[in-house]
């Protein structure tokens, strides 16, 4: 069995003349991660890997969940295809997580979470927003051979106000 945890990075802010990538977090957007962090704690097991978007926002979103589950920072991983606004990028980079972990957590970006949630999970969403979080289980032994899975919980910010 593997689980994969799909969170898209909190809200972020447009006020600062920075290139994309460094874009920091509204305050909005820290309150809500914060919110659904503290909130899914209980509800899941400490994921064996957490893989992170290059990306401020996607990192900040990371480090932020990461603190309030217990993950030690130093272990995220950064990884550029993570910084992936389509799917396929951030599929590969999921199939390529070691057979050997059997939990793995991921800080992305939309479409591509979105995507990647509809394609692969068993409930639809139209839109993962900002901090949104969801857990899918498979069936299967190998990240490569990942197909249709269980959507097992979502927490959007929304849900939680």
Same mark, same amino acid.
């Given at each position: 069995?593997?689980?994969? +945890?799909? !969170? ?21 957007? =820290? ?9 899914? =704690? ?6 064996? !890997? ?25 272990? =995220? ?7 992936? +606004?389509?799917?396929?990028? %951030? ?12 939990? %793995?957590?991921?800080? $992305?970006?939309?479409?591509? *979470?979105?995507?990647?949630?509809? #394609?692969? $999970?068993?409930? +639809? +969403?139209?839109?993962?927003? #900002?901090?949104?979080?969801?857990? *899918? ?11 249709? $899975?269980?959507? =097992? ?9």
């Amino acid at each position: 069995m593997k689980t994969v +945890f799909i !969170v898209r990075h909190a809200k972020s802010s447009w006020e600062h003349p920075v290139d994309d990538k460094d874009r920091p977090l509204k305050l909005r957007g =820290i309150q809500d991660a914060h919110l659904v962090a503290k909130h899914i =704690i209980d509800k899941i097991k400490m994921p064996e !890997v957490v893989y992170s978007s290059i990306a401020n926002r996607a990192l900040h979103t990371c480090a932020i969940f990461c603190r309030t589950l217990g993950y030690p920072l130093e272990e =995220i991983t950064i990884k550029d295809g993570m910084y992936d +606004f389509g799917g396929s990028s %951030l599929l590969q980079t999921i199939k390529s997580c070691d057979d050997a972990v059997d939990s %793995l957590m991921v800080f $992305g970006h939309n479409h591509a *979470i979105t995507a990647v949630v509809n #394609t692969y $999970g068993d409930k +639809f +969403f139209d839109n993962v927003p #900002t901090s949104g979080f969801v857990m *899918i289980q498979f069936n299967t032994t190998s990240w490569k051979k990942l197909e249709d $899975g269980k959507t =097992i919980l979502k927490v959007f910010p929304k849900d939680l106000k």
